[in-house]
């Protein structure tokens, strides 16, 4: 929503630079100004963009302006009301893991933070991409914000004539769910994804589970003391000499050993609760109802008659398995997008 309210902000501040022209041309600009339509977003909230710099020796330090100016400076939106901006780039805290031959270069795992753009799709890229943006065929308007990022190539060779001139390359990076990367406390990174640490706060969207082998060392110190004494003596000392004889014999021998119990029913499947066969979204390629569960947040509740929940051609009804958490407990509703992604399906 932060970004939404920016992003029409910045609308409105365009539009604006068109109604304060000077007077002598104040006609003719407004003319022009009704003829141009603004493009349709993509509102989509700002995305968590790791990138790879690799450096031929250990930097002192990361210009951080640099990088954004130079990014920046790069993107070429031309559709009015575009947008594709950075606002600031942060080292992130992390260990890379190199998985083939020790390497004499630096890797620095670096975060894009306030990376806002209406113009990127449902599945951003940082840098360019020939594809037509993902998910603009469901946007109900011809003129849909395409914005594609610069060329990964320029971006280097613009930093390294900038005066990073031991930089090597840029790679833009995922983050991977702890759910198959494994649960660690510390954040580690390879050119595959960033793999979240438990213990790094700006993961905290994780449901990290248990691991299946014990910590490296010890918790903490033991927990507070013991309980307070214990209660209070026994009982009375044993009532009086024990009863009568004992009663008679006993009855009749068992009867025979009981015979195996029929195995329950499996129950009847809720027809509430069974995807739609050979369901796609749109009647689109590939977007069966697994691709949905892979981001159900984002694309249960997309729908062409403005009610996901009631519209029969949307997945909220045709997948429920993957969109409606009274189907399946381990779905969480609405907000952790992530804890979703990798559940049996």
Request: contains cysteine; aromatic residues 8%; glycine residues 4%.
């Amino acid at each position: 929503m932060a970004l939404f309210r920016n992003m029409k902000t910045l609308f409105s501040l365009l539009v604006l630079g068109n109604l304060v022209a000077p007077s002598v041309q104040e006609g003719f600009l407004r003319r022009k100004a009704e003829e141009v339509e603004l493009c349709y977003p993509f509102l989509e909230p700002e995305p968590m963009t790791f990138v790879i710099m690799e450096f031929a020796s250990p930097p002192v330090s990361i210009d951080a302006g640099l990088v954004v100016d130079t990014y920046n400076s790069l993107v070429d939106c031309s559709q009015l009301g575009a947008v594709r901006l950075i606002s600031n780039v942060t080292l992130a805290d992390g260990a890379f893991i190199d998985s083939g031959a020790l390497s004499t270069t630096t890797k620095v795992l670096v975060e894009i933070n306030d990376f806002a753009c209406n113009a990127c799709g449902l599945e951003y890229e940082l840098f360019f991409v020939p594809t037509d943006p993902v998910g603009a065929a469901e946007l109900p308007s011809d003129n849909v914000c395409d914005c594609r990022g610069p060329f990964n190539e320029d971006f280097v060779s613009d930093l390294i004539e900038s005066g990073m001139t031991d930089l090597i390359s840029v790679t833009s990076i995922p983050v991977i769910s702890p759910e198959i990367c494994g649960v660690s406390s510390v954040t580690t990174y390879t050119y595959a994804g960033v793999c979240p640490g438990t213990e790094d706060p700006k993961f905290a969207m994780f449901s990290f589970s248990p691991s299946a082998s014990p910590t490296e060392s010890p918790t903490d110190s033991p927990t507070e003391p013991p309980t307070d004494p214990p209660t209070d003596p026994p009982t009375d000392p044993p009532t009086d000499a024990p009863t009568d004889a004992p009663t008679d014999a006993p009855t009749d021998p068992p009867t025979s050993a009981p015979t195996d119990p029929e195995p329950p029913e499996p129950p009847e499947p809720d027809p509430d609760c069974v995807n739609t066969p050979g369901f796609l979204q749109f009647s689109l390629e590939k977007r069966t109802c697994k691709w949905v569960k892979q981001n159900p947040v984002k694309r249960c509740s997309q729908t062409k008659t403005g009610n996901y929940k009631t519209d029969p051609d949307g997945a909220y009804k045709n997948c429920p398995k993957a969109c409606n958490p009274d189907c399946n407990p381990e779905v969480v509703a609405g907000e952790n997008r992530i804890a979703n992604l990798f559940f049996p399906f």
